[in-house]
């Protein structure tokens, strides 16, 4: 059972910083695609950042240029640096995992907990 555990999250003011983590129980080589998303209460949970096994990253307009997607192989962990977070970030953040498991293409999905991002003065 392949097991993605958050961490990271909490108050931080506009302007300011977080980094989220996302700890895997499996090689992070064994995925061929890891992202973040997140969501508020009564909305859909949105897609935010993206990046392939190669290392090729993706990122949703409203985090462009705010937001970095990282993965460190050696502790197959996934990072999100957020800077200069504003009001509209807060959200549960969730990490996001996808591996193909047959070769016509078949996917297994695998979810973190979630970390809530709060942002206020």
């Known amino acids: 059972q392949v097991q993605l555990v958050e961490s990271g999250g909490g108050l931080v003011q506009p302007g300011g910083s977080l980094r989220l983590s996302c700890a895997t129980s499996?090689?992070?080589?064994?995925?061929?695609?890891m992202g973040w998303y997140r969501q508020n209460p009564g909305k859909e949970r949105e897609l935010i950042a993206t990046i392939t096994a190669s290392g090729t990253t993706n990122y949703a307009d409203s985090v462009k240029g705010r937001f970095t997607i990282s993965m460190d192989r050696a502790k197959n962990t996934l990072y999100l640096q957020m800077n200069s977070l504003k009001g509209e970030d807060r959200a549960v953040y969730y990490c996001h995992a996808r591996r193909r498991i047959t070769v016509e293409g078949a996917v297994a999905d695998y979810w973190g907990q979630g970390t809530q991002v709060t942002v206020s003065s």
């Open positions: 499996r090689s992070i080589l064994s995925f061929d695609r």
